[in-house]
């Protein structure tokens, strides 16, 4: 049974996703042993308590960014994490937190990377006019939204779209995308060559 660590800083819709998938088997030999934010007003947090998810809050405001970090580390650690998967967790992570958990963090980030790194990816997709859009589940290396691909998924962007309707069609296939590279990970041998992720 391995243990997944959950990571976000708001509405939790990609946990929420997850956590079904983990009920249901999908994914499979697996379960989440916390969810931690760093903010206090998570919508994420509430959804872990009420599924009887065990959660933290560690507070990231007005820490230097290795404090906060260690202090996650250390709870992660507690709880005997195999794999991190970072679920709209709105922190860049320190190199240090980066290397105590080689290949072993995960991040969504809803572009076609290395497209559109960064904030509000789906609306830099959409008023750059792109014609498809779409989601990233990567490893997480030192830099932002930059480590071996996993899985991605595209999106075409309609003529009708606005950038809210586009956002809401790439999360649909986030809450997919997500499950299949935990369960890759998880559940199959795999290999990364140079940033290539065979499995
Ligand atoms: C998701 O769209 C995720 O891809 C994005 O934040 C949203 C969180 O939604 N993450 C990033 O932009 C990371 N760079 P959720 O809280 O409902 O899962």
Redesign the pocket.
Known sequence: MKNLGIL??????????IAANVASVKIADARIAVVISNRTD???IQTAKRLGIETLVIPSKGKEREDHDREVVTALQQHQVDLIC?????RLLSPWFVKQFPHKIL?????LLPAF??????QQAFAYGVKVAG?TVHFVDEE??HGAIIVQKSVPVLENDDEHTL?AR??EQ??TAYSEAINLVLNREYRIVGRRFLS
């Open positions: 976000l800083s708001g509405r939790g819709s990609n946990f929420e996703a998570a919508g994420g970072l679920a709209g967790y709105m991040n969504i980030h809803p572009s790194p960064g904030l509000e990816a789906q989601c932002l939204d956002a790439i999360l986030e809450h």
